[in-house]
């Protein structure tokens, strides 16, 4: 059974950082594309950020961009979200997801396969 279980979830106040962590089990995702998405309450689930599978290509939703950086440890079989600089707006339950297959990173839902459970992220003002 594929399991993707993210961890590093919490409360913090603006302009702290946090460390979201997506372990993978169940396959390999070594050549898979893994991201990140969030939901915020009343909103629709949006993409954050996505890797590669070698990890040498990125893509972040414009709002993250310089303040989240993505990776991948395939030998380890997991991906991480480091997020710096939080605002309140960041405040959602952050997902991790993963492809079947590679490149090219997609940024909807329907382009990835396997979904972790979620982790609330809380950034207070």
């Known amino acids: 059974q594929v399991q993707l279980v993210e961890s590093g979830g919490g409360l913090v106040p603006a302009g702290g950082s946090l460390r979201l962590s997506c372990a993978g089990s169940?396959?390999?995702?070594?050549?898979?594309?893994m991201g990140w998405f969030r939901q915020a309450p009343g909103k629709e689930r949006e993409f954050v950020a996505g890797i590669s599978g070698s990890g040498r290509t990125t893509d972040f939703q414009g709002s993250v961009k310089g303040r989240f950086t993505i990776s991948r440890d395939n030998e380890k079989n997991t991906v991480d979200l480091q997020m710096n600089g939080l605002k309140p707006e960041d405040t959602a339950v952050y997902y991790c997801?993963?492809?079947?297959?590679?490149?090219?990173?997609?940024?909807?839902?329907?382009?990835?396969?396997?979904w972790g459970q979620g982790t609330q992220v809380t950034v207070s003002s």
């Open positions: 169940g396959r390999t995702f070594a050549s898979a594309v």
């Open positions: 997801a993963a492809k079947k297959t590679g490149l090219p990173i997609g940024r909807r839902q329907g382009d990835y396969h396997y």
